[in-house]
């Protein structure tokens, strides 16, 4: 997020599945933001020590930046909404990025309610690993398998723990069905 000087603050989304490019394109408009000599402050999930280390924002592809780790989920889930208003209100331009959907292909967290706020929502895809279409779905693997229903929402992982897919080829087991039958 960074200031505007003498202009109106707005929310912008970054939404998606993983490996659809979030990471990437939040780097790139915080990269620019600095370039225009913005001041810029990025702040992080600390559950996520993936790739970069817990300072840092880090693609799938290595690309990073600077990062505070943000100690609660209370300080991200809950409060994001109304703490990403409020910026906005002050004059501040705030991005957001993250998946708009858990494993079930269910909507994620506060995505939904930010994406409705955002003056500006930018939605990526991935491209699905079974058949080659356009990737919606996060699908999370446990033993090389579909998780189960009742597995916990967050894990944090990436290629070890999850694919994209797309719709047709994303499989979840519900609660009272055998995980064997939708391999």
Known sequence: MFQQAGRPGW????????FSGKSEELIRRVRRAVIAKKQVQVFKSHLDARYAGLYSISSHD???????????????????????????????????AGTD????????????????????VDKFQAICVVCGGP???????????PAPWNSP????????????????????PRQDEDQTALL
């Open 11 to 18: 929310i912008e989304v970054i939404a998606g599945v993983m």
């Open 62 to 96: 290595g690309v990073t930046v600077e990062a505070e780790p943000v100690d609660s989920a209370e300080e991200i889930d809950d409060g994001i909404i109304d703490l990403s208003n409020r910026l906005a209100d002050r004059g501040v331009r705030v991005i957001l």
């Open 101 to 120: 959907v858990d494993f079930r292909g269910l909507p994620f967290g506060p995505m939904p309610t930010l994406m409705c706020i955002a003056e500006v």
């Open 135 to 145: 990737a919606t779905r996060n699908q999370r693997l446990v033993n090389d398998k």
């Open 153 to 172: 929402t967050i894990m944090v992982g990436g290629r070890e723990s999850y694919e994209a897919r797309c719709r047709h080829c994303h499989r979840v």
